[in-house]
Nanobody
Framework: QVQLVESGGGLVQPGGSLRLSCVMS????????MGWYRQAPGKQRELVAT???????DYVDSVDGRFTISRDNSKNTVYLQMNGLKPEDTAVYYC?????????????WGQGTQVTVSS
């Protein structure tokens, strides 16, 4: 019954900013490692950033220093603040939730939101 709904994508000029949001329903939000992935045309889906239930973030090198992942556990929401956007950031961005229980992994995905960086 887990649902993830992303929003905030759009068309942005190079150097611009955008904030993505993902709202989770159906499970205990704090039990999940939340992440943002992206998939550009013709490429495989790749990890962008993760954040633990306690708020500890991690980033891939290509976005480190430009993107900030955060979460508001009271709102069951994870955010991705994207600054200094580049054309190579263009992709469909997906929200991901992952947890483990009794040795089994559970993973859920949102529907994606398009981010296009172009002049």
């Amino acid at each position: 019954q887990v649902q993830l709904v992303e929003s905030g994508g759009g068309l942005v000029q190079p150097g611009g900013s955008l904030r993505l949001s993902c709202v989770m329903s159906g499970r205990v939000f704090t039990m999940y490692l939340m992440g943002w992935y992206r998939q550009a045309p013709g490429k495989q889906r790749e990890l962008v950033a993760t954040i633990t239930g306690g708020g500890n973030p991690d980033y891939v090198d290509s976005v480190d220093g430009r993107f900030t992942i955060s979460r508001d556990n009271s709102k069951n929401t994870v955010y991705l603040q994207m600054n200094g956007l580049k054309p190579e950031d263009t992709a469909v961005y997906y929200c991901n939730a992952m947890t483990t229980s009794y040795g089994k992994r559970y993973e859920y995905w949102g529907q994606g939101t398009q981010v296009t960086v172009s002049s």
